[in-house]
């Protein structure tokens, strides 16, 4: 037996398992296929917008034009069931899917699937035989509630954020029993919006899923439980106890917890997998499907997150900051979710929502759409920016809480005098080499800022980071002077779908021993010459000047946080 600190030595993954992860993103579904030494099998991946056109999503999602619902933006769930069946399809012919012993998931988190009344029968009943696939399927089943799911960019939950939080003693009180205060994406608000705004969906509705659990629910053919780590983005469940609260749930819609179901840990078993992926892909019916949970949690898991200092930015359509800690400190920014691989511990997060649309908006405007240029500009621009300071705004943010727009500003004596004697000045515009370093300094400066402020380590021992954008040097040296740290990358750049992998592996352990075993267990030994692996992509310390320039940027930083505070108050929770 290996229950904590037991030998992990002794517990192997059969020789010829496969360990299947898959991340329903924003914007696609990927897979990773994992062989029992961590070797990487297979990838691939669907991207809505182009691979399943016909649902008309532009980033993955769809925005609503109705200024009476300004900021919704919800995508189609059957989308996510087609992709499945098309992802599968294809990787079936670069992997023996016979081979998978567990499969688990990773999804974009926040956002509510609503299931039609008989919706859990219709799901055990899955023709695989039928020509159509899951999602026709489905529609003919009339399995929805609602066609379209709200996703975590949705900002039009202000007024139930607002009731939510009185109810439940304010949002620092609400923080503190959920885990975060009452966010506009979190799903116990979202879930409220529906029942006062479309009260015929949510009479319909039997059962609500996350999109985490939508997608274990088509794995398994019936409802699959919400874990508990992504369900922590709800505002339902009480972040010490993990059960979930009478009354929060009571103060987002009647009769709710019976549409909720229960909660599971992340590394427990939600079923085999359904008959339907059996015939149609040719898994095994002993095929386990582990629990889903949501895309940085599995980050965590995929990077191998574990000791205090080390902390990961991942630089994707929302760009996030996380880190793991066993004494969280719920505050008005952050989220807390529970550690995905360790019962024992928590992940700390910093969720920010210009991310890398925002990066790409200024790199079209400034940079002639190229990414070469938009390089040359911030080698070209010294550190710093002479004290140009940007907040660029394309969607309405998360962090801080602000509306879209774009302010600049200049500081005088911004290296010289004293944080009281840098004063700033509000400018129209900067020269374009300006407004790229300022878009990217900017970013980093809020995510130092704020992690400070949510007592993640700062500077934090090294940096991991992930997501697209971390394939660009040039970002990454920046991201190092700010943080005054060392940055690496992971080897694979598909952190969530790789994170899933392990997850499943952990979970067929768990299973074969009947009884949690440490996450260290599935990769120790393991971390250098597999999936697993780091490179140092930017040392720190080593230049000098290095520690005359972070100490420059901590002024910056504080400057920048003032800045902020003050357009809080100009915009005051304004749309
Ligand atoms: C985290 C959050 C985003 C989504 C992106 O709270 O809302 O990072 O998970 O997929």
């Known amino acids: ?25 924003t914007q696609s579904l990927k897979a990773t296929v994992l062989d029992a030494g961590l070797g990487i099998v297979a990838t691939d991946s669907v991207h809505f917008d182009s691979d399943l056109p016909h649902y008309g999503t532009r980033g993955g999602v769809l925005r609503d034009q109705d200024p009476a619902e300004r900021g919704r933006i919800v995508s189609p769930p059957l989308m996510w069931a087609e992709a499945l069946d098309l992802l599968l399809g294809r990787l079936r012919r670069r992997a023996d899917l016979r081979r ?48 379209e799911s ?13 009731e939510v939080e009185a109810a439940m003693g304010g949002p620092l009180r609400l923080a503190r029993l959920t885990g975060c205060r009452a966010h506009r994406r979190c799903t116990g608000p979202q879930i409220r919006k529906m029942h006062q705004t479309r009260p015929q969906v949510y009479e319909a509705t039997e059962r609500v899923s996350l999109v985490s659990s939508f997608m274990a629910s088509l794995l398994v053919g019936g409802y699959a439980c919400i874990d508990e780590t992504d369900g922590a983005g709800m505002n339902i469940m009480d ?24 909660l599971a840990p992340a590394h427990a078993v939600a079923g085999k997998i359904a008959p339907y992926f059996v015939q149609r892909f040719q898994f095994s019916s002993n095929c386990l499907v582990i629990q889903w949970s949501g895309d940085n949690p599995n980050s965590l898991a995929g990077l ?20 793991v800690t066993d004494s969280p400190e719920p505050s008005l920014e952050g989220n807390i979710f529970p550690n995905p691989v360790d019962p024992k511990t928590y992940m700390v997060l910093l969720c920010y929502k210009n991310g890398s649309l925002t990066r790409e908006d200024l790199r079209n405007c400034y940079a002639e759409r190229s990414w070469d240029l938009f390089n040359r500009l911030l080698e070209e621009t010294a550190p710093l920016n002479g004290g140009k300071l940007g907040f660029y705004y394309k969607e309405h943010e998360i962090l801080p809480p602000l509306p879209v727009g774009f302010h600049r500003y200049v500081l005088k004596n911004f290296t010289s005098g004293p944080l009281d004697e ?36 700062v500077p934090p021992k ?31 750049s598909d952190s969530a779908s790789l994170g899933a992998a392990l997850r499943a592996a952990h979970g067929w352990l768990c299973k074969q021993q009947d009884e949690f ?26 230049c000098e000047g290095d520690t005359e320039l972070l100490n420059n940027y901590t002024l910056l930083v504080k400057k920048r946080l003032e800045i902020e505070q003050k357009l809080i108050e100009r915009f005051d929770g304004r749309e």
């Open 1 to 25: 037996m290996a229950g904590a600190g037991g030998d992990c030595c002794l517990l192997r993954l059969p020789d010829d398992s496969l360990f299947l992860g898959l991340d329903c993103s």
């Open 462 to 492: 090294r940096i991991i980071a992930t997501g697209g954008a971390s394939s660009n040097p040039t970002i990454l040296k920046i991201m190092a002077s700010i943080f005054g740290c060392p940055v690496y990358t992971s080897q694979r």
């Open 304 to 323: 191998t997150l574990s000791n205090p200092g080390d902390l990961a930015i991942s630089l994707g359509t929302s760009d996030t900051v996380f880190g």
């Open 422 to 457: 840098m004063v700033e000045e509000e400018v129209d515009k900067f020269d374009p080499p300006s407004e790229v370093r300022a878009i990217i300094e900017g970013q980093f400066m809020s995510m130092r800022g704020h992690a400070e402020q949510c007592g993640l380590p």
């Open 150 to 162: 709200p996703v975590w960019m949705d900002s039009s939950t202000a007024a139930q954020c607002r």
């Open 239 to 262: 972040i010490d106890t993990r059960q979930l609260r009478q009354d929060a749930l009571q103060a987002m819609a009647p009769n709710l917890e019976e549409r909720i179901g229960k």
């Open 517 to 542: 075993v440490p996450f260290s267990c599935v990769y120790s030994g393991r971390l250098d010459g597999t999936s697993l692996g780091m490179k140092l992509s930017v040392p720190f310390g080593d």
């Open 100 to 147: 998978v012993a567990a499969v688990s998931g990773s999804a974009q988190q926040h956002g509510s699937v609503y299931w039609a009344k008989g919706a859990g029968a219709a799901l055990a009943t899955l023709d695989p035989a039928a020509g159509e696939g899951l999602g026709p399927q489905l529609a003919a089943a009339g399995a929805l509630a609602a066609p």
